[in-house]
C-alpha cells in the first residue's frame, strides 16, 4: 500500500453516437456510424484527497466483434450490456491502488462477465471487445489518479506511485524494472500524421459520383494540399490480389502527382489488409507485384499490419518470417495479452500496435514488453474523435520508438472533434503532415 493509492468512489458512464460523413470499410464490411462510450469516476486516497477522471473511447464493435450471424445493432447492444456488467465490478472494487494495478486485478472479471453473455448474445464476446469495452474506464482511472496527485498521467508510472516492478505483469526478465523506463515523461513535441485512405475512398476526381461539398477535401490530393501529408494508410481487401495491387499503384500515383507539386520528395505508407489475407502466401506475391509495379512506391512502404487471422493459436500455419524479412509485420487485433505478444512473435511478426482503445494500462505493459523484445511500434485509431483522440495521441507521443499517429475521426466523423477544437488546435488541426503533441502535459491524460 502506497499513501498514493487510490479508491472507486463513483462510476457514471454515458453513450454518444454520431452518423459518418462518408462510410469507411475494414474488413469487408462499409461503416457509416459510431458510438461513443464516455465515463466519468471519482476516486479518493485514504488521506481524502479527491479526484474525478473521464475517459472516452468509440465503442468499435465492428472492428472488435466482428460476427458471421450478429448484425451491428446486435453486436452493440452487446457491448452496451458488458459496459452494464463491467461499471458494476467497478462500483463494487474494495481495492486501493494505483490504475494499473486495479484494472489488472478487475480485467480477469471482466473477462468472466462477458462470457456470462455468451447464452444471452448468441455467442462468445471476443476479449478484444471485452477490452474495449473497459478501455474508457481505465482511461478515467488514470485521468483521475493523475489529477488527483496534479500530474500528467506520465509522471505516474515510477516507483514512487507502482507498488510493483514489471515483473508483476510481465514476468521474470523484467526483475528490478519500473514502468517510466519504458515511457517518455515529456511527449514528443509533434509527429506526423498517418492518412487514412479506405478501400471506399476516392482517389481522384472521376471516383466521385457526388460530392459532399461540405468544404472538407474529398479526394486524395485534395488531403495532401489541405493537411501536407506525409503518412499514408492505405486499407486493402486482403482476398482480391489483382485489386489490392492495383489499388497501392494507383495510390502512388496519384501521390507522387500531389507531392510533386508541393515540392516533397519523402513519404510514407502503411498497408492494412484487417487480416483478410488467407495466407502469408498472399502477402508474398503482393508485395512481389507491387515492386515490380512501382519499385518508388514499394520502397515508401514503412509497415503492414495483422494480414492474416487474428486467432494465431488456430492458425500457427501462418508465419510471417519471409514477410517480416521485407517489412515489419505487425500483430493489431492478435494482441490481447502479453501471451499474444509473444506468440506473435514466435510466428515471425516483427511489431506491435498499440492502441488506447484495449485499455491505457494494456497498452503501456505490451510497450514495455514489445521494447524490451526489440519490435517495432505504432500506435493506431480506432476512429477515435475528441478526447479520445487526445487519449491516443498522448500515448503515441509518449512511447519511444512511435513514428506517427494514425487520427481519422477528421476524415469520417468531424463533427465528434468541433467541441476540442478550440481548446487542443494543435491536435485536430493538421500543419506540414504533423500535429502539435506538445500540449499533452496537463494533469491526467490531459483532455479535461
Not at 462510476?11 to 462510450?37: C, H, M, N, Q, W
Amino acid at each position: 500500500m502506497k499513501p498514493t493509492d487510490i479508491h472507486i468512489d463513483d462510476v457514471s458512464f454515458a453513450y454518444e453516437d454520431f452518423r459518418y460523413r462518408t462510410p469507411i470499410k475494414f474488413g469487408g464490411v462499409a461503416l457509416d456510424r459510431g458510438t461513443i462510450l464516455n465515463v466519468d469516476i471519482a476516486v479518493s486516497t485514504q488521506a481524502g484527497k479527491r479526484a474525478r477522471g473521464f475517459g472516452s473511447m468509440p465503442m468499435g464493435n465492428v472492428w472488435s466483434f466482428p460476427s458471421k450471424k450478429l448484425g451491428y445493432e446486435k453486436t452493440l447492444l452487446a457491448m452496451k450490456g458488458l459496459v452494464n456488467f463491467i461499471a458494476n465490478i467497478i462500483r463494487a472494487c474494495t481495492e486501493e491502488g494505483h490504475p494499473i494495478d486495479l484494472t489488472w486485478a478487475l480485467e480477469p472479471e471482466y473477462i468472466k462477465a462477458a462470457e456470462s453473455l455468451t447464452e444471452a448474445v448468441g455467442e462468445p464476446i471476443p476479449v478484444l471487445c471485452t477490452l474495449v469495452c473497459a478501455s474508457s474506464f481505465d482511461a478515467a482511472l488514470h485521468d483521475a489518479f493523475g489529477k488527483l496527485h496534479g500530474l500528467n498521467c506520465y509522471h505516474t508510472y515510477g516507483p514512487n506511485f507502482m507498488s510493483h516492478d514489471l515483473s508483476y505483469y510481465l514476468g521474470d526478465d523484467f526483475r528490478g524494472e519500473t514502468l517510466d523506463h519504458y515511457v517518455r515523461k515529456a511527449p514528443q513535441p509533434r509527429m506526423p500524421l498517418y492518412h487514412l485512405i479506405g478501400a471506399l475512398d476516392p482517389l481522384e476526381d472521376k471516383d466521385i459520383p457526388a460530392r459532399i461539398g461540405d468544404g472538407l477535401p474529398e479526394t486524395l490530393p485534395e488531403w495532401i494540399a489541405h493537411d501536407g501529408l506525409t503518412h499514408l494508410k492505405i486499407k486493402l481487401n486482403g482476398d482480391d490480389l489483382a485489386w489490392d495491387v492495383n489499388r497501392v499503384l494507383t495510390v502512388d500515383r496519384v501521390a507522387s502527382a500531389a507531392q510533386a507539386q508541393r515540392g516533397v520528395s519523402r513519404w510514407f505508407y502503411s498497408l492494412d489488409f484487417n487480416e483478410k489475407c488467407a495466407n502469408v502466401g498472399y502477402l508474398l506475391d503482393f508485395l512481389r507485384q507491387v515492386r515490380e509495379g512501382t519499385p518508388a512506391g514499394f520502397e515508401r512502404i514503412q509497415y503492414i499490419e495483422q494480414p492474416t487471422a487474428r486467432d494465431l493459436k488456430a492458425n500457427r500455419q501462418n508465419v510471417m518470417h519471409d514477410a517480416s524479412f521485407i517489412r515489419p509485420v505487425v500483430i493489431d487485433e492478435s494482441l490481447i495479452d502479453l501471451e499474444s505478444l509473444l506468440l506473435a512473435r514466435e510466428m515471425g511478426y516483427t511489431g506491435a500496435a498499440l492502441k488506447a482503445c484495449k485499455g491505457q494500462s494494456q497498452s503501456l505493459l505490451m510497450a514495455a514488453a514489445a521494447q524490451k523484445l526489440g519490435m517495432f511500434l505504432c500506435v493506431q485509431d480506432l476512429t477515435c474523435p475528441g478526447a479520445s483522440l487526445i487519449h491516443s495521441a498522448g500515448l503515441a507521443a509518449h512511447v519511444p520508438g512511435v513514428a506517427a499517429i494514425e487520427s481519422n475521426a477528421r476524415q469520417y466523423v468531424p463533427a465528434a472533434n468541433k467541441p476540442w477544437e478550440a481548446r487542443f488546435p494543435g491536435i485536430f488541426k493538421v500543419a506540414d503532415g504533423t500535429i502539435s503533441t506538445a500540449l499533452l502535459t496537463g494533469p491526467g491524460l490531459g483532455a479535461v
